[in-house]
């Protein structure tokens, strides 16, 4: 009788531990990727006057809704327990990375990979800094006090050891009363000078309008020039003092009060309805007065809202910006517009949603923040959920133009579109229970042009053949012209092109009540004259392009170009996540251009990719850029898919 023996072998990973001095940690790595089925803990505990400031320097892991898979979590204290979690990260994050402080001198931090897709990992520098305890950051509450003074920490002015602390980050939230808006009155700064460039590059104060550091920014402030006092537009204002390494004092005092809103009655909360209601600036169509911060929140119970600009009088674009005068319309999610400043997160990637709230997700990944200024009329902003803020800035310059004035009501669930492109998103009503409903969409393009669509977000119940929820797109004007698709399900559809200057699209959302509240899309239509799928302009605050056919094989000779844009005021930024196509270099490339914005604009080459490349995140240095692909007929392989999004103009420093 033979005998067989079994010997297992595994791999031992250390990973976790106690730390209490500054240190940098990182994910344990097999060659260029983590291990699998890792559960890392490390327990930081600073001195008790301190809190701990983690900054990561690289983190790339495996996506998934609500970082379900692999992620690093961070909490305040020394317990997992999700009422203390400051953050939970995934996905891969090329620009923007996160930065954590804690609210005490304790943490936990919890890396976790399960057994199957690994990816770079991270990197996370781990230093002991003042806290709120300190006097850097907090909530600044003036529900009961008609004002209250705020002024640089004492880490920022004062030598310990013979040196300033540095690398400071410390953000105040500032509360009031609903119905009044805050006012900041700056009485010194004293900080590094602004670049030549009149940005602030070093040490700055950044103060933006709402809650958190995604609100509108007001503006950043260095140098010793004392700005004029301002208000916002709501009862709340994101306050921000962040500082370099170098060994300088970091001063500055200011008051924060609150008060009425300067712009009357108008500035309130209004109900769109079936009926178009108007909204226009103060007192249009006289010039509006200097120095307003006016916000309009237009809400729906039953579906979207849409805006429709009539008349458009507003600043002008400068170099491509509107960073003057100007209207700023973007996507509110009004439950938690209060609360976002102190409420958990999951980031993924440059998703964020809220822990265990599936609707705001959704509503995060679809979500738009516009800039229109000029006389140009923009094109019909329909929300991603059922609010839209609109906020209308003036500077301290006296006015030549005239203001605005717009039409709002809610959104029509069935739609006609005959611009050269254009954005479709789910209509957001109300479901009813044991309801099903349809809505159908009609594109019409110039003649002799094709239409291809980009999916941005895509999210309904899956079904056998789609049968409960589905997206039907149809090459024609009618319900009887041939079926291009007819998708369901949560991943990202393929593009789908045209072969005329027509598409018929009909959305049907499933009767049954929860499926139905996790139905929504957002994609985006071009249209080309250079052949099917072959280039078009594309406009959103984020999305999809991908190449002709893309995943099949495209054999064709061919010379196309996307013009993609991101709204005014952003930069764009590009990643390719797939890339696969040749045979060689000479006749199949993909180029990238900046693209200046305005009535002259310009292009200038940035970069040329091959089939075997692995392109690099691309930030441009404008709101635009041109994506051309040449191929050839001997062209192979799957081609490409780029992402692109609306990123910050000058990117965080923390």
Known sequence: MRKHVCIIFRLLVECGGRITSATTIRSPMNDDTYFHNLNCTWIVEAPSNQVIDIKFQNLTFEGGNKCAFDFIAIYDGLAINDTQLLGRFCGSFAYQLPRVKTRTSRALIQFHSDWSISHGGFTAAIRFTPGEQQGCGGVVNLTSVSQQQLRAPDAALNPVNGRIEGDLDCQWTVLTRPGKVIRLQFTQIDMEAPSTDGSCSGDFIEVRDGAGASASLIGSYCGTSVAPAFSGST?????????????????????????????????????????????????????????????????????????????????????????????????????????????????????????????????????????????????????????????????????????????????????????????????????????????????????????????????????????????????GSSSDAPLLANVCGYALPASIHSSSNHLWLKSRRSAHFVWSRLFRYDLTYTTSNQGSGCGGAVFNTRGTVTSWRFPGNSSRASDCRWEITVPQGWLIAIEFTSFLFGPDCTSNYVEIFDVQSGENAQEAWRARYCGNDEPAVYIGTTNGATVRYVTSANNTGPGWRLSFTAVSPVPAVA
């Open 235 to 475: 009862n709340i204002m994101w306050i921000r003092l962040s500082t370099t390494t170098s060994n300088r004092r970091a001063n500055f005092v200011a008051t924060l009060s609150h008060t009425d809103t300067v712009c009357g009655s108008a500035s309130s909360n209004l109900e769109a309805t079936g009926q178009m209601q108007v909204l226009s600036s103060p007192g249009y169509p006289e010039r509006p007065a200097t120095n307003l911060r006016c916000r309009w929140l237009i809400s729906s119970n039953q579906s979207a809202v849409n805006v429709h600009f009539q008349q458009l009088d507003v600043g002008s674009i400068t170099n491509g910006q509107c960073s003057g005068d100007r209207i700023e319309v973007e996507d509110v999610i009004q439950e938690f517009q209060g609360n976002e400043a102190l409420s958990n997160l999951v980031l993924n990637g440059e998703r964020v949603s809220m822990l265990d709230q599936h609707r705001v997700i959704i509503q995060r990944e679809m979500g738009q923040r516009l800039t229109f200024c000029g006389t140009r009329l923009p094109h019909d902003v329909i929300s991603s959920g059922r609010s839209l803020a609109v906020t209308f800035i003036t500077g301290d310059q006296p006015l030549l133009s005239r203001g605005f004035q717009l039409e709002y009501s809610m959104a029509s669930c069935n739609r006609s579109y005959d611009g050269i492109q254009g954005r479709v998103v789910s209509s957001q009503w109300r479901a009813v229970p044991g309801q099903v409903d349809v809505c159908q969409f009609r594109i019409e393009a110039p003649e002799n042009t094709t239409i291809s669509l980009y999916f941005s977000f895509f999210g309904m119940r899956a079904s056998n053949n789609c049968s409960s929820s589905s997206l039907e797109v149809r090459d």
